[in-house]
């Protein structure tokens, strides 16, 4: 494999990576540093009493029925404590590669537009590969959703507005929820966000490449995710939904928000699957932010680009939900 | 996985949570940041509102700690920390806060401080500019611009919203905008107009403008001063008023012009003695002994045909010295 060089990284998430100490972060994950890594992850993850903001939101934590046969799901239900009514809900997934991470990481983000629109946020806990490869996430994070499609009124939830949310590998179970509530047409989703999804176990873009060993998340990390998701099956006979880039149908979906940044892994794929949405007829918004590594607005929320990022996400849903 | 403000809440106060802030500049160096992301950066660190000010070069930039850059808020408070940027001392990078010192605050201000220097250095003209900033100056001046473009430009500036501020104007037509009790700029000549609210710019301008009739290079064939306040005009303006009216010259100031082609200098002692309390103090402005100057005064009046020395003369002597200013 020939190195190329990457893009430049914007010089305040540059500055606020090297400010951590580190050169780069969760990159290189093997299956024998997983433990460390997903302890690494979870460091600085809020509690429940942390989310709960000073009574700013009613954070509940619920366990509903899982995939049949199965455990129940816990499903962490957070509702501002000023919202009206039903409001729309935003099926949240977390990320961490498909084998880290738990239903309140990342979630701090979710809340940003929680607050601003009147937003419920369900942020599902799904099983973790590789103790438990596919489909045991997705299965897990269907039956959330349907419980979450079916009982709306009880959290306060319009169940004709729910939107899907997932960064990283919460994005590659947000597309997949996606297409498979197409095809079984059991939840009606009002729109796809995804922010720097993981949608490709391919694993061999340019990006993929360029970011060998540098920024955060790279090709050894992502080949560590995939594989355990998949059980160590060649990806060529992963079954469907379990790689969202691998959907040959990329029509009829609802309408997706893609953002990734222009120094990560995950840039080539991104473009690509929106290059597809479109090319299938669908409705999507890109966003390529440059310099950005993966997560960026996690790890320096208050740089400028991170906060256009935000706003992008912002207004889009503001669009999406009539708000 | 922490996030920068997660991390160095974690470290506060220690040596560590300093590397980091030396890390964090070194790297915001090494890739071509603005004045904002310097701002910003001292802004997260810290903790507490940041601001870069430098007057001279109209810098203003205020950013919170959560990343959103805003406007000024309120004028500086005299306790909050800072630090000098560069070695001509007119910038400042100032942390919102009068918290006791602490070794990473002290660490932020002087790392911003440095790339701070080294952006304006490179981005920008390495000393305070010298002249006034015609085009956007040139809209905040113009009455027939609307007030709300005026205001927008006023904030151009970079002058603090709400306060006073007042025109000077230089030879040659250029005007500046000046915030009310500021150093006013080193200029060989400037009419200074009042201090108005911002959106009366365009009357401290054209009253500026008269100011700067009256001034003069104060040289001996150009005698008069060089820093003339509007304000200090008084009926004055309406000899500029009538002048502009088309009125003609009046008889003093003809005499006093023929007067000057007989006697050297003697428009250059008339301006002394006529700015000056006594004909002692006069004498000793233009370096001569008093009864020298007693001497050349009787000539003057001799060929003007009025007596100086009396108040109603000394008067008519100082209209026909504006009037000679203004029609120069």
Redesign the interface.
Same mark, same amino acid.
Request: glycine fraction near 10%.
């Given at each position: 494999m020939t190195t190329i060089a990457p893009p430049? /990284?914007?010089?305040?998430l540059?500055? #606020?990576?090297? #400010?951590?100490?580190q050169d780069t972060?969760?990159t290189g994950i093997t299956p024998d540093t997983l433990a460390d890594a997903r302890a #690494?992850?979870? %460091?600085?993850?809020p509690s429940v009493a942390d989310l709960a903001a000073d009574g700013t939101y009613d954070v509940e934590e619920l366990a509903v029925p899982g995939p049949e046969g199965g455990q129940d799901v816990p499903l962490l239900v957070i509702r501002p404590r000023d919202a009206v009514g039903l409001r729309p809900v935003v099926y949240h997934t977390h990320g961490g590669g498909l084998i880290m991470g738990n239903n309140r990481f990342g979630v701090d983000l979710v809340l940003e537009w929680a607050r601003e629109l009147g937003l419920i946020v369900v942020s599902v806990g799904y099983r973790l590969a590789p103790e438990h490869p596919f489909p045991a996430g997705l299965d897990d994070a269907h039956a959330g959703l349907r419980w979450v499609h079916e009982h709306a009124g009880e959290i306060g939830g319009d169940a004709r507005r729910i939107v899907l949310a997932g960064g990283s590998a919460g994005g590659t179970l947000a597309a997949a929820l996606a297409q498979l509530t197409r095809d079984r047409g059991d939840v009606e989703v009002l729109g796809q966000l995804l922010m720097y999804p993981m949608l490709d176990d391919r694993n061999d873009s340019v990006s993929v490449r360029q970011m060998a060993g540098i920024g955060v998340w790279d090709g050894i990390s992502n080949a560590t995710g995939w594989s355990a998701w998949l059980a160590g099956r060649p990806g060529a006979d992963a079954p469907r939904y379990a790689v969202p880039a691998r959907e040959r149908d990329l029509a009829g979906l609802p309408p997706a928000f893609l953002d990734v940044g222009s120094a990560e892994t995950f840039r080539d794929e991104v473009v690509e699957y929106a290059g597809r949405i479109w090319a299938a007829g669908g409705e999507a918004e890109l966003h390529v932010w440059p310099g950005a590594f993966h997560?960026f607005d /996690?790890?320096?929320?208050?740089? %400028?680009l991170?906060?256009r990022a935000r706003q992008a996400r912002l207004h889009w849903l503001r669009r999406l939900l009539g708000e | 996985m922490q996030n920068l403000a997660g991390r160095l809440a974690a470290v506060d106060e220690s040596a560590g949570a300093a590397i980091d802030v030396i890390a964090y500049f070194d790297r915001l160096a090494q890739s071509r940041a603005g004045l904002e992301q310097v701002v910003r950066g001292a802004a997260v660190l810290a903790g507490v509102p940041a601001r870069l000010v430098d007057p001279s070069r109209r810098i203003q930039v205020r950013v919170e700690p959560d990343g959103v850059r805003t406007a000024h808020a309120d004028p500086p408070d005299p306790r909050w920390r800072w630090h000098p940027v560069g070695p001509d001392g007119t910038g400042r990078v100032v942390l919102e806060t009068d918290r006791r010192a602490s070794l990473v605050d002290d660490m932020v201000l002087e790392r911003a401080a440095m790339l701070a220097e080294l952006v304006i250095s490179r981005v920008r003209r390495p000393g305070p500019s010298p002249g006034p900033d015609c085009a956007v100056v040139e809209v905040v001046v113009d009455p027939h611009v609307l007030v709300d473009e005026r205001l927008r430009a006023y904030r151009e500036l970079g002058l603090p919203a709400g306060a006073r501020a007042l025109v000077v104007a230089w030879p040659g037509g250029h005007v500046q905008v000046v915030a009310a009790g500021a150093p006013l700029p080193d200029a060989p000549r400037l009419g200074v107009g009042t201090a108005v609210d911002a959106p009366d710019l365009p009357i401290s301008a054209a009253r500026a403008r008269t100011a700067l009739r009256f001034s003069a290079d104060d040289t001996a064939d150009d005698p008069g001063a060089r820093v003339v306040h509007a304000d200090d005009l008084g009926g004055l303006e309406l000899i500029a008023a009538a002048v502009d009216a088309g009125a003609p010259p009046t008889a003093d100031l003809r005499s006093l012009r023929r007067a000057a082609e007989e006697i050297p200098h003697l428009v250059l002692t008339l301006t002394r003695y006529a700015a000056s309390a006594s004909i002692r103090a006069a004498a000793a402005a233009l370096f001569v002994h008093h009864s020298t100057l007693q001497d050349r005064l009787d000539h003057a009046e001799r060929l003007l045909g009025w007596d100086v020395r009396q108040p109603a003369g000394r008067l008519r002597l100082q209209m026909a010295l504006a009037e000679r200013l203004l029609r120069r």
């Amino acid at each position: 494999m020939t190195t190329i060089a990457p893009p430049p /990284f914007d010089p305040e998430l540059a500055a #606020a990576l090297a #400010a951590t100490g580190q050169d780069t972060v969760a990159t290189g994950i093997t299956p024998d540093t997983l433990a460390d890594a997903r302890a #690494a992850l979870l %460091e600085g993850v809020p509690s429940v009493a942390d989310l709960a903001a000073d009574g700013t939101y009613d954070v509940e934590e619920l366990a509903v029925p899982g995939p049949e046969g199965g455990q129940d799901v816990p499903l962490l239900v957070i509702r501002p404590r000023d919202a009206v009514g039903l409001r729309p809900v935003v099926y949240h997934t977390h990320g961490g590669g498909l084998i880290m991470g738990n239903n309140r990481f990342g979630v701090d983000l979710v809340l940003e537009w929680a607050r601003e629109l009147g937003l419920i946020v369900v942020s599902v806990g799904y099983r973790l590969a590789p103790e438990h490869p596919f489909p045991a996430g997705l299965d897990d994070a269907h039956a959330g959703l349907r419980w979450v499609h079916e009982h709306a009124g009880e959290i306060g939830g319009d169940a004709r507005r729910i939107v899907l949310a997932g960064g990283s590998a919460g994005g590659t179970l947000a597309a997949a929820l996606a297409q498979l509530t197409r095809d079984r047409g059991d939840v009606e989703v009002l729109g796809q966000l995804l922010m720097y999804p993981m949608l490709d176990d391919r694993n061999d873009s340019v990006s993929v490449r360029q970011m060998a060993g540098i920024g955060v998340w790279d090709g050894i990390s992502n080949a560590t995710g995939w594989s355990a998701w998949l059980a160590g099956r060649p990806g060529a006979d992963a079954p469907r939904y379990a790689v969202p880039a691998r959907e040959r149908d990329l029509a009829g979906l609802p309408p997706a928000f893609l953002d990734v940044g222009s120094a990560e892994t995950f840039r080539d794929e991104v473009v690509e699957y929106a290059g597809r949405i479109w090319a299938a007829g669908g409705e999507a918004e890109l966003h390529v932010w440059p310099g950005a590594f993966h997560g960026f607005d /996690f790890l320096a929320p208050q740089a %400028e680009l991170s906060q256009r990022a935000r706003q992008a996400r912002l207004h889009w849903l503001r669009r999406l939900l009539g708000e | 996985m922490q996030n920068l403000a997660g991390r160095l809440a974690a470290v506060d106060e220690s040596a560590g949570a300093a590397i980091d802030v030396i890390a964090y500049f070194d790297r915001l160096a090494q890739s071509r940041a603005g004045l904002e992301q310097v701002v910003r950066g001292a802004a997260v660190l810290a903790g507490v509102p940041a601001r870069l000010v430098d007057p001279s070069r109209r810098i203003q930039v205020r950013v919170e700690p959560d990343g959103v850059r805003t406007a000024h808020a309120d004028p500086p408070d005299p306790r909050w920390r800072w630090h000098p940027v560069g070695p001509d001392g007119t910038g400042r990078v100032v942390l919102e806060t009068d918290r006791r010192a602490s070794l990473v605050d002290d660490m932020v201000l002087e790392r911003a401080a440095m790339l701070a220097e080294l952006v304006i250095s490179r981005v920008r003209r390495p000393g305070p500019s010298p002249g006034p900033d015609c085009a956007v100056v040139e809209v905040v001046v113009d009455p027939h611009v609307l007030v709300d473009e005026r205001l927008r430009a006023y904030r151009e500036l970079g002058l603090p919203a709400g306060a006073r501020a007042l025109v000077v104007a230089w030879p040659g037509g250029h005007v500046q905008v000046v915030a009310a009790g500021a150093p006013l700029p080193d200029a060989p000549r400037l009419g200074v107009g009042t201090a108005v609210d911002a959106p009366d710019l365009p009357i401290s301008a054209a009253r500026a403008r008269t100011a700067l009739r009256f001034s003069a290079d104060d040289t001996a064939d150009d005698p008069g001063a060089r820093v003339v306040h509007a304000d200090d005009l008084g009926g004055l303006e309406l000899i500029a008023a009538a002048v502009d009216a088309g009125a003609p010259p009046t008889a003093d100031l003809r005499s006093l012009r023929r007067a000057a082609e007989e006697i050297p200098h003697l428009v250059l002692t008339l301006t002394r003695y006529a700015a000056s309390a006594s004909i002692r103090a006069a004498a000793a402005a233009l370096f001569v002994h008093h009864s020298t100057l007693q001497d050349r005064l009787d000539h003057a009046e001799r060929l003007l045909g009025w007596d100086v020395r009396q108040p109603a003369g000394r008067l008519r002597l100082q209209m026909a010295l504006a009037e000679r200013l203004l029609r120069r």
